[in-house]
C-alpha cells in the first residue's frame, strides 16, 4: 500500500482494539514483519543507497530549520535497560498503555546460529515529509517551521486516527485523558521549548546509545556523524520518501 491511499484506509484490524491490545498488536507486529526478519515495515537502508538508489529521494537534504533537531541511534550500543523508555514516561507523563519511544530486540532467528541480541530503539523520526500531517484533516499535527519537530496541538486533534494509520514507524497512540494522538516530539514542549536541555531518552541513556542535536550545524555531533564520517548511516523506509530526521549507525 503506498502512503498516499492511506488517508482513505482503515487501520488493518487495530482500531477496534482497546489502548492495551492495540499497543501489544502494534509491537507483535513490527517485531513478525519488520526490522529483523526482511519485512518492509522498518527496514533499515544505508543513507548512501537511498539516495542513489530511489530516483529523487534523498535521506539528507536542504531545510531552513535552525536549528534542524536531528538524533542519531547508536544500535549495537543499546543494551535494552529500558531507561529511555522510563525517562520519556516521566518527562512527558506518558499513560502505562502509550509509548513516545520503545526498544525492539532480537535474539536470533530460526535455524540460524544463537547470536548476541541485538536492540533497536525505534521513535518518531520528525520526517521533513511527515505523511501523518498530510492526512490530518485539521493541521492537529504539523511541522514546526523553526525547528522541524513534527509536533501536536491536541486542542485541534479528533481522535480519528489518520495520522496513527499514516505514519510508517506505528510512533503514535492516542492518549485516552487528552483524547488526541501523541507521540515523540523530542521532548519539545517538555524541556527544549524551555531550554531544560536534551531529550529525557538522551541524557538518560547509560551506554551513549542515543545522539541529539543540530544538523545544521557543522560543529554538532550529528552533523559530523552524517555528513562526514565514513561510518555507514542508516535511515528507516527511505522509500516513501520521508526524509527521516532520526539515523542509525548499527557499527
Not at 79 to 88: G, L, N, S, Y
Request: proline residues 6%; hydrophobic residues 40%; positive net charge.
Amino acid at each position: 500500500m503506498k502512503i498516499p491511499e492511506l488517508k482513505d484506509s482503515d487501520n488493518e484490524g487495530a482500531l477496534g482494539l482497546d489502548s492495551r491490545a492495540r499497543r501489544a498488536f502494534l509491537l507483535c507486529g513490527l517485531k513478525v514483519t519488520g526490522i529483523f526478519l526482511g519485512g518492509s515495515i522498518l527496514s533499515l537502508v544505508a543513507v548512501s543507497e537511498a539516495v542513489s538508489g530511489v530516483e529523487g529521494i534523498g535521506a539528507v537534504g536542504t531545510f531552513p530549520y535552525k536549528p534542524h533537531y536531528s538524533m542519531i541511534i547508536w544500535q549495537n550500543r543499546c543494551i535494552d535497560c529500558e531507561r529511555c523508555m522510563e525517562a520519556c514516561v516521566q518527562a512527558n507523563a506518558v499513560p502505562d498503555y502509550g509509548y513516545r519511544i520503545k526498544v525492539m530486540s532480537r535474539k536470533g532467528q530460526p535455524g540460524a546460529a544463537m547470536k548476541d541480541p541485538v536492540f533497536m530503539p525505534i521513535l518518531c523520526n520528525q520526517c521533513n515529509r511527515p505523511p501523518c500531517a498530510r492526512v490530518c484533516p485539521t493541521r492537529a499535527t504539523y511541522k514546526d517551521k523553526k525547528t522541524g519537530i513534527v509536533l501536536m496541538n491536541d486542542s485541534l486533534c479528533i481522535g480519528c486516527r489518520a495520522c496513527m494509520t499514516a505514519c510508517p514507524y506505528n510512533a503514535r497512540y492516542i492518549n485516552e485523558v487528552r483524547r488526541a494522538a501523541d507521540k515523540c516530539d523530542f521532548c519539545y514542549k517538555a524541556r527544549l521549548a524551555s531550554a531544560k536541555g536534551v531529550p529525557a531518552c538522551v541524557e538518560t541513556c547509560p551506554a551513549g546509545a542515543l545522539v541529539f542535536g543540530d544538523l545544521a550545524d557543522s560543529s554538532s555531533e550529528v552533523h559530523q556523524l552524517v555528513y562526514l564520517s565514513k561510518k555507514t548511516v542508516w535511515v528507516l523506509r527511505p522509500e516513501l520518501g520521508t526524509l527521516p530526521n532520526v539515523f542509525y549507525i548499527k557499527e
